[in-house]
């Protein structure tokens, strides 16, 4: 497993951009494809984006495609989401994970390591 810690989380008006990073503990992180997903209140955990082990590929959920941005340090075995154009359906609990195992991305079933979570709340 991976030991995974969100931050960069907060407050952020309609229109306006974020940044989120997840910072791994163990070199395990070189191995893993790593994930962002959301969960907003009173639904379901959903994909949001997702990077495979080298970088070479990434994957966005509709909803994000052409706003959000992934991407990894492998140095710093830190994996970020930068959010742009954020609009109020993008509040949540944004969750990094990392996927070890399997060559499947965009759903959380794959994934095995989950950090606690950062609260990203877009007012109107």
């Known amino acids: 497993q991976v030991q995974l810690v969100e931050s960069g989380g907060g407050l952020v008006q309609a229109g306006g951009s974020l940044g989120l990073s997840c910072a791994a503990s163990q070199p395990t992180f070189y191995n893993a494809a790593m994930g962002w997903f959301r969960q907003a209140p009173g639904k379901e955990r959903e994909f949001v984006a997702s990077i495979t082990r080298t970088g070479g590929r990434t994957y966005y959920s509709d909803s994000v495609k052409g706003r959000f941005t992934i991407s990894r340090d492998n140095a710093k075995k830190t994996v970020y989401l930068q959010m742009n154009s954020l609009k109020p359906e993008d509040t949540a609990v944004y969750y990094c994970?990392?996927?070890?195992?399997?060559?499947?991305?965009?759903?959380?079933?794959?994934?095995?390591?989950w950090g606690q979570g950062t609260q990203v709340t877009v007012s109107s």
């Open positions: 994970a990392a996927n070890i195992f399997r060559n499947v991305y965009n759903v959380s079933w794959a994934y095995d390591s």
